[in-house]
């Protein structure tokens, strides 16, 4: 979704004349309930033109390296648990993404503070145990559960409670 009712908003141009009212209300037109089914809520700054030329010539190279270390993440899964992360049920969930003890305190104060349904809170496990197989990682470590967690509110945004 865009950032505003303009899709202006953050630009370095200063263009978004959006209200701060006007942008919750905007933001608010996509339920909680909705909200709990998406994985992943990343703020994504728009490229200016000088970006998307520079970049545009190391993009092969580097997608490549991503893909691999994608297709070795999903080799793991299908090892451990003979789906991927993306297709575990809850029982699942809970036998194979389970993050180590110190993990676990952060996961917990995390979801406290985001107010994570039972759901949210499966969905980031799962998230957090991607992010551990991508990193080559057989344990979730706390580093991978914030960044699952990181993921799961746009940084711009107030906090998560407002749309629970
Ligand atoms: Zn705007």
Known sequence: MNPCPCGWRGDPSGRCQCT?????RYR?????????RIDLAIDVPPPSATQLVLDGAAVAPESAVVREAVVRARARQ??????????LDAAGTAR???????????????????GL????????????????????????????????????????????????
């Open 96 to 114: 194979h993404c389970v993050p180590t003890s110190a993990a676990q305190q952060l996961f917990a104060t995390a979801s406290a503070r985001l």
């Open 78 to 87: 299908q090892r451990r648990q003979g789906v991927t992360n993306g297709r």
């Open 20 to 24: 701060p009212d006007q942008v919750s």
């Open 117 to 164: 349904s039972a759901r949210a809170y499966h969905r980031v496990a799962r998230i957090a145990r991607t992010v551990a197989d991508l990193a080559d990682s057989d344990v979730i470590e706390a580093a991978h559960v914030a960044e699952a967690v990181g993921y799961r509110r746009l940084p711009a945004e107030q906090p998560a409670r407002a749309r629970a």
């Open 28 to 36: 608010g037109r996509v339920s909680g309930p909705l909200l709990d």
